[in-house]
């Protein structure tokens, strides 16, 4: 049996979501959306709230087209920001409050066009105003053309020191953007992550994973992608609630599945048909064998079925 032909023929004929989601409401035009309302076109997010156009974005309300923002309200084209609130043009920002223009701020209120900034309040370009004077200036600066605003912007970035990688409360840690995490190799975008290597992009509760991306709550899993809840889920994309399982595609609260293609609820199954417990293993086995033989195993096979479902 040609296994990678098989599982393409699954995948190309099973009938499946187009735009995969869970828990949500009111939010048809969307990819990867979980537990979010009243939202649009937003991807590989979670929990949000009257959002437009985010990416990789988690807690949020009322915000339009950012990427890697968290915990964040009223925030428009913000990049990388985390407990920000009525917040425009941001980058690598925290906890603030009213500011535009932004880089590296943290703690600070109604400030425009600052770098590197700790709890500040009514600064522009770096300069301290008073609260009548920081506001007549902002009504100027309306005015401003974008572009002369980031040139400046880029000036104080060069002039002003700012931290070359960004993680907290990490111990033993190689990559950015690493928060409470410890002995992850190569990462980015991770959260409350242990022993992990080659992980990137919203990663958040995850332990002994390898080459991994948009997964949450997992443990032991390899060559994963866009799942939550697993233990020991190996080369499969789209899956939650589940353990023991390989190059499945679109699987949820499954068990000792193989090759498998959108099923529910399932056990011992193998490319979609039910097995016995001891023929299970014996057939996988010999499944595995045949991989290794072809220098298959391990590989990301669901992807080349993919590939290969498109042709058939």
């Known amino acids: 049996m040609d296994f990678v032909l098989e599982l393409a023929k699954l995948i190309k004929y099973t009938p499946k979501l187009c735009l995969p989601q869970q828990e949500c409401v009111n939010s048809p035009y969307n990819s990867f959306l979980y ?24 807690h949020n309300k009322d915000c339009v087209d950012g990427a890697f923002i968290n915990h964040c309200e009223l925030c428009y084209e913000c990049l990388h920001c985390d407990s920000c609130y009525n917040s425009n043009f941001c980058q ?94 190569m990462c980015f975008h ?3 992550a242990e022993d992990c290597f080659y992980c990137y992009d919203e990663m958040v509760d995850v332990r002994d994973c390898v080459d991994c991306t948009h997964i949450q709550n997992c443990e032991l899993c390899y060559n994963l992608m866009s799942a939550s809840e697993c233990y020991n889920v190996n080369s499969s994309w789209w899956i939650t609630g589940s353990r023991d399982c390989e190059y499945c595609f679109c699987v949820q609260s499954a068990t000792n599945c193989f090759g498998c293609v959108y099923m529910r609820h399932k056990e011992f199954h193998i490319l979609n048909k039910p097995y016995a417990k001891d023929e299970y293993f014996k057939k996988v086995g010999e499944l595995k064998d045949r991989l290794v033989e072809k220098g298959l195993h391990g590989k990301y096979l669901v992807m080349d079925a993919v590939e290969l479902a498109k042709a058939l």
């Open 35 to 58: 537990r979010s309302k009243d939202c649009h076109l937003c991807f590989s997010s979670s929990y949000l709230e009257s959002c437009l156009y985010l990416d990789t974005a988690s």
């Open 190 to 192: 991770v959260e409350n």
């Open 92 to 185: 690598d920002c925290k906890n603030c409050t009213d500011c535009n223009f932004c880089f590296e701020c943290q703690g600070c209120t109604n400030c425009f066009g600052c770098v590197g900034l700790r709890k500040k309040e009514f600064y522009i370009f770096n300069k301290k105003y008073s609260r009548e004077e920081y506001r007549e200036r902002l009504g100027e600066l309306g005015e401003m053309p974008e572009g002369e605003i980031r040139k400046k912007m880029g000036g104080l970035r060069r002039e002003f020191p700012h931290p070359a990688i960004h993680s907290m409360s990490c111990e033993n840690v190689n990559g950015d953007y690493i928060k409470n995490s410890r002995n992850c190799f």
